[in-house]
């Protein structure tokens, strides 16, 4: 029988929704700490055993029903030319990026050759617990990346991106599909590698008005996620009100952040499986109130086509107490 979260994700009725939680394996494990203070995060990711090694640290705590691969949105600029590192309470720093509209067509290299590890990585967790749980890969949407691209970095406005947009639109738009190429080659290779299931995360395209969404991203999110040999979830924040974009975007499931009622979402999307959405920060509440609101969400959602997940990833001093009532209220659900 498949993993209950992929069964859940292809809509059908399951005897419990399947729980995991975007970042479940970063800062908030105390294990984790210790095995970064031997390694930078980059080395982290780009060793195999060792990014395993911080994959199983949820398993080893929760048992969730899904494996996010430990990694980063921004490996799959390798392939496109582009480096970055990391630097203590910056973030990623794009150490060349997008230099003006004539810096936008770019075509990938080999992304098996240049991103093998991942690969590596998920043969390896399929090989530890493969049998037990599903393994979930993931990829930046060509909007959130473009906008690392362009601004060098994180950008709290995505101005620089946008500012693109206005100026330059076909650059923009050459510049998005570039990423959108190599997006659709690495979800591909992760499944070909093992990934049960991928999630796009395309967190910052919600900044977008909607017929620039439709006109701009909508497209690459349908050419990324079409004919998949596994389940997809597509992740945008701040689309509430705008759920039916998400609908057409050819995703199995559309994962929700917190500010979506789960009700309507419902009603919008019809017999489209949803993820999520319980607020990251409830769980720093007691364990009672925890299990009380995420039974809220699990009643809302209903019985079929509901993947249980945070509307957000975890965040990094959320107690491991707080993860657990979470994680085991999905596990007591009968049905």
């Known amino acids: 029988m498949d993993p209950l979260l992929v069964r859940a994700a292809r809509g059908e009725r399951t005897e419990r929704p399947p729980v995991w939680l975007m970042r479940q394996a970063g800062r908030h ?8 203070a031997d390694y930078s995060f980059l080395e982290a990711i780009k060793t ?14 929760y048992e969730p ?5 430990f990694s980063d949105i921004l490996t799959v600029l390798e392939p496109l030319g582009f480096s970055y590192h990391i630097e203590s309470g910056v973030g990623p720093v794009i150490d ?24 590596d990585l998920l043969v390896e967790l399929n090989r530890r617990v493969g049998d037990e749980t599903a393994i979930i890969g993931f990829a930046g949407g060509p909007f959130t990346l473009a906008s690392y691209a362009v601004a060098g970095g994180p950008s709290r406005t995505n101005m620089p991106l946008r ?6 639109p ?15 080659d690495y979800l591909e290779f992760q499944i070909g590698n093992g990934a049960d299931v991928v999630q796009l995360f395309d967190t910052y395209a919600g900044v977008l008005p909607p017929a620039d969404y439709r006109e701009f991203v909508l497209p690459l999110h349908r050419e990324i996620l079409a004919d998949l040999k596994a389940p997809s979830i ?5 689309m509430n009100g705008r759920l039916d974009l998400l609908a057409e975007s050819g995703a199995d499931v559309v994962a929700l952040d917190w500010t979506v009622d789960l009700g309507d979402a419902r009603e919008t999307l019809g017999e489209t499986p949803v993820q999520g959405n319980l607020d990251p920060s409830v769980l720093f509440a007691p364990p009672e109130e925890i299990e009380a609101r ?5 009643d809302e959602a209903g019985p079929s086509g509901h993947v249980l997940n945070l509307g957000h990833g975890v965040n990094k001093d959320t107690p491991v107490e707080g993860v657990r009532a979470f994680v085991e209220t999905a596990k007591s659900i009968e049905r």
């Open 48 to 61: 195999p055993d060792v990014a395993a090694d911080v994959t199983m640290l949820p398993w080893e705590y």
């Open 234 to 238: 597509v992740f945008v924040r701040r």
């Open 294 to 298: 995420t039974r809220e969400v699990i």
């Open 29 to 36: 494990i105390p294990e984790y700490r210790e095995i970064r």
């Open 163 to 168: 500012r693109l947009k206005a100026e330059h």
């Open 96 to 119: 060349d990026p997008v230099s003006g509209p004539d810096d936008v067509d770019r075509s990938h290299g080999d992304v098996a050759r240049e991103l093998d590890y991942v690969g």
């Open 170 to 184: 076909e650059a923009f738009r050459t510049l998005l599909q570039s990423f959108a190429d190599v997006v659709r």
């Open 65 to 69: 029903d899904g494996l996010v691969m």
